[in-house]
């Protein structure tokens, strides 16, 4: 007998769920609480929710994927699809339905609910000296008095006017040399790298110029775009990281490499085409953009883009740049380089100013990459006088603690519960997600907000609410406030006395114990959404990860108090700093002395883009920072084990003091 | 009425004559003097006669070309060649016969008679330096006590053993890193770039690395494949510049580019592509040679190819890097640049290593380029104390006057007649080339030897000469013979007396009066090779640009004699110095001075591939060497039209002592 649900997980984002078979594709993400854009309503016009069905056996997931699986194609789809759309797997959402378990791939210009900017830029305090700078010249047409050679000409003018000495000059500028100084007669704009390469050439006087900074995190990728001549951020872009299809975390897409003679080409394709997506996108916005719309920036193009800077862990550096990450995933862990990078961008196949630099910022352990480094570079732990401990939350954690005298570091396996992954209504920080929650201690009653929407819960009508998931932060709170109430005990588990609360129930199906966040008829899917026993754990195995490494590194440096604690990350600007204490995954500590710093990774990442001598710093930090392996500690285990647990008092992390 | 001959140009040759229609190409080769190989005798089976039809209207040659001149395709024909290939044009020689006016093109590859090495590399004296070095080194395993990165861990070992430091790595150099190291059980062999930058890593032990020098000139490109580890060279190649079809000089190179959009990137194409023919050939040549069957050399891929340097004229060096050439061609004619340039090999598609780089030698002006600086790092006038005076005999001519106190230089436009272009029976110096001429001054009876055959025409049967055409050396040989026996003037013309030849005879077809140098019993083209007044005039415009360029550079200078002469260039190395001297091409001097010096422009690129401190004194040539512009003295035109006469005796070049 024919089943009648079927297995639907949708990619980049890992939503899966069982729906009945015969719905479309588009009622199968709003079930499961993953919005496809479909402005027609799904009347088969707009071919806005194309969709991919993934062909294929899909074990991590345990699932058969392919065509067969959904109706066949539609003349409406032939006639909105390219004929090599479809060869690739595309479908329309609309007019698909489910006849099978599919994986559906979603991309970026299918997704409705645009994802709200989780690495915001913070404001960066920079010196403006970008590695690339823009100098408008005029020199001496060329005669037979002075029939010196077009580059040699504009070295002289450059030598004695901007004191340029000893340039060199790449294939892509001297090829439109010649050209540019006839069209402009001889007066052109020298676009110099350095002080030391001329990489475009471009007649009369040029204004403009401008860079990009990349975060490229395990599960999201943000792009900053600048105006080098001012230093402002223009437009932020960011997208999932698409490797997530090959694995949530870095040691899975580790293993997808060693797995895949092809992996580590395919998943540095798929990083990098996002990237090419995200400038496109940046592009697109600022020549949208109303406000811009008299400056010279509406008319900006990739090529205006000249100067590109990248910060990640040293997976995703390694990935990216297809260089081998399988010594990251075994003792020693060590990378195939620490010391920053500068590569050309084409040969990367980045879609910018074809002379245009990459520069990557270093990494110091397998573990510990180029994104720390930025996080240093914009909190400067190195310059402070007090103790600094900065906690990098994302996919891994960083951890950072000293001052000018000596900085350590670490990493943490976290797990990517705190991003809203592996969690069961886990997503990611997109409207209709919950961010926090609040539990009265006496009537245990569930209030929360979501994202997108200004008013609480007890302030809107159920029908008005549209909740889709947790992320993040609202996890966070809802443990905090759970264990606060009482419902949750020190050790994880729901309290007997949880018993006593409407909201508590056992799942039949999964034999888990669950909490009920937010009944059905407030959310978009159709179900209540609960938090789990099993969620539960994954943030408990998560905070108390942060926890001992917090610990053990204050324990190397002999230090028991703190001058100021920062919590870095997407996720480390959104937390209740408060519940963070609560349930012990960050040191007690007075409040005044805990700060979010938001995406201080991308920050620093910044400052390495629109300043040369932070990218100088970054490697003097790369080589000075000591690297503590926290499995190594002889404590590690116990350390974890008893953190595991909840606190039994704030003033538990008084022995922290002793 | 059908016409019942047909206009057939062969190329890269230029070859070009008329032909009975329904002959077959190969047919049509024979008897204008061009060979196609057809080991099997036109049977229709070894497929070696493979040629291409050029589709389109041609008006410089003005024909038009087309299968629709040929006849159709044969069953024979598809069985041979792949469909790809007949799609673009190529058909056997041997199976289609000419219906009408053909483009063909013979490649390389079905070539008979390969063409004599006439750059053939002199015996150079150089300390080998290479910029390319080759480090074995066995480096600590990583352990968790040390758990520094790759790069860095290798960096420590060169800096503390070959005192390498501040290294750089490229991106194709990192990606094997990881993999060569633990392979080769932390055993590599890295590869250096000017002590700077790591361009290759393997694993193990690594013997071998190689390199290539390349002159590309207007006509003929040669390659050297030299050992880089005892500086040997192991193979030569040649081949003609494709870019030939598109202009036989510069001149219409540049003007190639002007009138069609696409021209650049084509012609650069054509030449790059020729390149990686050549080393393609290099490679096979040495794994095939026998004598190098035990060496490791036997092995050797392109991928062992790891430096390469270049030398080229000024606008061959633009068009190949696709810079514009257009300034070139008109006043001042400045270059784009005149330091030498380094580039990466991948980015111009050249097909070695993929971390090699191409090292161009600096161009002067836009008429005297890095070929010009290849022949005085290999003749070292910059060092020598008499003065030397180099004539370097390409397409293009080009001069260098001086000692080590001052040098300078200036080109003159001999024209491609010296080369056997645009002459009647001309062709380049392959077997059965006329290359040398006597004509006894009492009888008038003509005695010749050709390439290929050791015996001269007296000594042989005429069956047995098998005459093909003439060649630069022969063409000179026979107009100074000609001239010393009184049958031409010193106008050029063919005296009065040249009547009483039976070999003198007015060509009624083309009115022009010719000689008669080989009879058509001799040839195995079955027609009368001679020397028509056309050709003489040609070789009078040729010796006199190059006569009056060494008379106004002396001038210049203000000296009378000279230490020595050196014959630089293809054609150079097969002249007869003392009828050079009769029919005043050179300057008059004592026979001892005067030496051939052979492809001294490709010996200096090689010393460029062999040596880096000759790369910096290229640099520092270019900026010292004086650039004179013939066209602008003064007495320019007087002098030059004075020289295109023959001298009255040989000491009439006695003026210049005065």
Redesign the interface.
Known sequence: MKQETATIIFQPSGRRGSVPRGITIVEASRLLGVDIEAPCGDHQICGKCRIRIENGVFEKFGIRSGQEHASPVENRETETLAAEEIEEGYRLGCATTVQGDLLIYIPETSKGGKQVVSKAAGDLDIILDPAVKLYHIKVPA???ED???????ICRCLEKEHALSALE?N?YA??S???AL?TGEWEITVTVWMDKEIIRITPGSTTGGYGMAFDIGTTTIAGYLCDLQTGQIIDTVSAMNPQVKYGEDVVSRISYHMGHTDGLARMSKDVINTINMLIEEAVKNVRSNPELQASTMSRITAEDIIDLAFCSNTAMHHIL????P??LGA?????????S?I?KCC??GLNVHPGAKAFFLP?I??YVGGDTIGVMLAETPQDSLEMQLIIDIGTNGELVLGNREKLICSSCATGPALEGAQIEFGMRAAPGAIERVKIDPTTWEVDYKVIGKKTWRKDSTSADMKTKGICGSGILDALGELFLAGIVAKSGAFSAKAQESIRFRKNQKTGFNEFILAYADETSIGRDIVITQKDIRQIQMAKASIYTGCKLMMKKLGITSLGSIKIAGAFGSHINNHLARVIGMIPDCPQRILHSVGNAAGDGCRAALLNRQKRKESDRLCRSVE?L?LT?EDTFQQELVRATQLPHMIDEFSHLNQ
């Open positions: 060329a005669t037979l029939k010196t050679a077009d580059f040699e000409r000059i294939l001297l090829r040399l010649p050209g006839r740049l297809q260089v081998d399988e010594p003792i020693p862990f060590s990378p195939a380089i620490h010391q990078l590569l040969d990367l990494s352990a397998g690297y392996e190594l």
